[in-house]
């Protein structure tokens, strides 16, 4: 079996065990785009690539933050007068409390939480 090359330009860092994450997953195919699937549990992104999805987002470090996550709570992560180096540090170790899905594509960067969100960044 063969799998299409990724569509240039759009990336999908994805859970397969989020519905939301294989409901955007399936909208982009449906689409006819391919992303670049990155299983952010299995290869995290590194802190300088989330500080740049969040960045492009417009959301800045808090808003790609899993609030949903135990994690989130037992380090303390409401506290609003965390830095980001301080997010970004608790992202790194613990890849889980990154929020899913976030997609790359030409148009921009989102995190497509509610699934619809992904039709702003769709031609």
Do not use: F, W
Not at 7 to 25: A, E, M, Q, W
Not at 32 to 37: D, E, K, N, W
């Amino acid at each position: 079996m063969t799998t299409a090359a990724p569509t240039p330009g759009y990336t999908i860092y994805h859970n397969p065990r989020c519905g939301t994450s294989r409901t955007v997953l399936a909208a982009l195919q449906a689409a006819g785009i391919t992303p670049h699937v990155v299983e952010y549990l299995k290869t995290p992104p590194s802190r300088t690539e989330i500080a740049e999805l969040a960045l492009r987002a417009g959301c800045g470090v808090r808003g790609l933050l899993r609030e949903k996550e135990a994690a989130y709570a037992t380090r303390g992560l409401a506290d609003p007068a965390l830095s980001d180096e301080a997010l970004l540090d608790a992202l790194e170790a613990e890849p889980v409390l990154l929020n899913r899905p976030i997609v790359v594509s030409p148009k921009g960067v989102r995190l497509c939480r509610p699934a619809e969100l992904v039709q702003q960044l769709l031609d």
